[in-house]
Structure formats: C-alpha cells, structure tokens
C-alpha cells in the first residue's frame, strides 16, 4: 500500500471486518451515555476538579465534602470526582486492567485547536500526551492529575455510515491505531483562518484534507505510554 493512498480511495472498502448487527434484541438499548464518575485520593482532589473544569471549561453544579459533580452541557452531570480516606493512587502503569480513557468530540477543528491552544498556553500548561488521527476522528490525548486519560476528538466524516465505511475499509484493518500528528503544525494551520469570533474558518475542502488520514502502512500497536 502506498503510503500517500488516502482513506476516501474507492477500492479500499469492504464489508465484512464488522460483527453483523443483531436481528433481534433481548431487551431495549440506551438512549444515551450519561455520566462518568472517578475516585480519586483526598491529596488529588482539589486537582481533579480543577483538571476537569479547566479542560472542559466545565461548570461545578454541586460539591459536598466528599464529591463535585460537573457538566458542560445541559445534563445535569457529565462527571462527578468523589474522594475517600481510604481510597489509594492507582499503579502507574498504562498495562493495568481497567477503563482505558473517556472521551469528548468537539464540533470543529477550530474548537479542538483553540483547546490545544488554550490548555497549553496556561500558566500550568496542560499538554497531550499523544495526538493521532485514528480515521474516523483525529484524536488529542491527555493525562489527568491520577493518570487517568482523556481523549479529545474531532469527527472526521460528517455522517455516521461514512465512519461505520471506513472502519470496515481495509484501511483501518491494517492500521486500527492511526497515524500521529504533530499538534503545532496542525494547530496553527487551523488558527491561521479561524474567524474573528473564534468560529470555524476553513473551507469544507479544507476541512476534508486536514481531517484524512495520510496513511502509513500496517499499525497494529499504540505507543508504549499509552
């Protein structure tokens, strides 16, 4: 495979690399994800909360003694952080069993770099720890205060059954991990045509060839940190 092939190339798909859904249900699905919650230490909390309301620009809507509950949209939480006395650190090692990240989608590419941006131009930067288009979303990730990771994303396909295409291309099932890109060079090609109100700038040209993956060949392994 050529290592400029692009994923909106005809002859990559196929469409059968997905389970098939089912015909039939036991019982009826969710609506929705509604919530995460983290434990965290009683020395950790105050730069949990902090972390969380920092990152998502988040709002505290209740904090007790031993909880916060927080959301950036009209949920009534997306995140709550509850600490304990006995509560421990968890093992610093990213081959711990255990949920592996959350993440959130932005609405545009702007959104996502003027939070790179943002977060990294803080007088504690927040900066991620690896950045990659997986295909159907270019990808941000970053460590909070107890190593938990948080993934920022962008959708890179504008409907649904475009990302279901491409994540049964052949594409993806040679290089399911993506391909990583340098934040700085992405960022400031974006900012370079945001609108003077901060929205969306680029064209959807534009848009679309930021957002395709530049494809590098069989990735069966995500960094060694992550």
Known sequence: MSPSKTLDQSDSYSNNTLTPKPTKRSHPRPSAFAHVV????????????????????AEVILEADYFAMLRYDDEHHRIAIVRKPEI?????SPNTAGLDHTSYTYATLTDLART???????????????CV??????????QDPDGNKVELQVDNFDLPDEADR???????????????FDPEEWSAE???K???????????????????RKEIGPRNRTPEYM
Do not use: C
């Open 194 to 212: 945001m609108l003077p109100d901060g929205s969306e700038g680029l064209s959807k040209d534009e848009a679309r060839r930021i957002k395709t």
């Open 38 to 57: 983290l434990k965290t230490t009683e020395d950790n909390y105050r730069r949990m909360v902090d972390f969380y309301v920092d990152m998502l620009q």
């Open 116 to 130: 790179y941006r943002a977060l990294k131009e803080r007088e504690k930067p927040i900066v991620p720890i690896w």
């Open 190 to 192: 974006i900012l370079a």
């Open 133 to 142: 288009n997986h295909g159907m979303t270019t990808s941000m990730y970053y």
């Open 166 to 180: 491409f994540m049964r291309s052949s594409l993806f099932v040679q290089n399911p991990i993506g391909t990583d």
């Open 88 to 92: 421990t650190p968890r093992e610093a």
